[in-house]
């Protein structure tokens, strides 16, 4: 079946240049991650959704990065006026279930050079 | 807070040699552990994970962990290396219970030589 996809798959964006970023999760999967991977790093946590209500975003790293699920599927994490800090692949995951014990499915991530 | 230590950013060895990555963790609540493997321009993908179930975990691939909590670690290991198991290795840990997020280390990239 399908895994998790993300698009685009790459993004080049300019100093100061809003970007959104896609992810579909499995279908059916109620929970859902964002993470952020550093060149050389491992990832690093964003925000967490349970159905379309975001429960964690204490991971974001300024007001700048917004995450939104409305209709409990498909996720958009949106970077406002992005800066060169910002370039990493940023990596969604899905799990079936609610709890720590399901396996966060990965997506092969969204590589953000901002120049 | 819950972290993980990776001793060795790159290992090498020879095809047919044991793979060890080594991995210790820091958790102040009981952790469910992971490793994942990462192929180049491609997402991580479980190996194996511990949930409290049994100490010696056997994952995909033939890899295979032990959980020693009095060492604090979660060693991956594999007896015979292929050559397809090159690729960078993830070990990370998270709280058990409801939902929460993964707090991956450095990562390991193996290096595997004919």
């Known amino acids: 079946g399908a895994g998790v996809s993300q698009s685009p798959r790459y993004k080049v964006a300019k100093r100061g240049q809003d970007v959104a970023l896609r992810c579909d999760p499995i279908?059916?999967?109620?929970?859902l991650f964002w993470y952020q991977q550093a060149l050389g790093q491992g990832p690093e946590f964003l925000t967490y959704f349970q159905n379309e209500a975001q429960l964690d975003k204490s991971g974001l790293p300024s007001d700048r990065f917004f995450a939104e699920r409305p209709e409990g599927s498909v996720s958009t994490l949106k970077i406002q006026r992005t800066q060169q800090e910002d370039s990493a692949v940023y990596l969604c995951a899905s799990s079936s279930g609610d709890t720590s014990y399901n396996e966060q499915f990965f997506g092969p991530g969204t590589r953000l050079t901002v120049l | 807070a819950q972290s993980v230590t990776q001793l060795g950013s790159h290992v090498s060895v020879s095809e047919g040699a044991l793979v060890l990555l080594r991995c210790n963790y820091s958790s102040s609540v009981p952790p469910y552990l992971f490793w994942y493997v990462q192929y180049p321009n491609q997402g991580l993908q479980l190996l194996l994970k511990?949930?409290?179930?049994?100490?010696l975990v056997k994952g995909i691939n033939g890899f295979e962990a032990e959980f020693k909590k009095s060492e604090t670690s979660f060693h991956l290991t594999k007896p015979s290396a292929h050559m397809s198991d090159a690729a960078e290795y993830f070990c990370?840990?998270?709280?058990?219970?409801?939902?929460?997020?993964?707090?991956f280390g450095t990562g390991t990239r193996l290096q595997v030589t004919l």
């Open positions: 990370a840990v998270s709280k058990t219970g409801t939902a929460s997020k993964l707090t």
């Open positions: 511990y949930t409290s179930a049994a100490t």
């Open positions: 279908s059916g999967h109620v929970s």
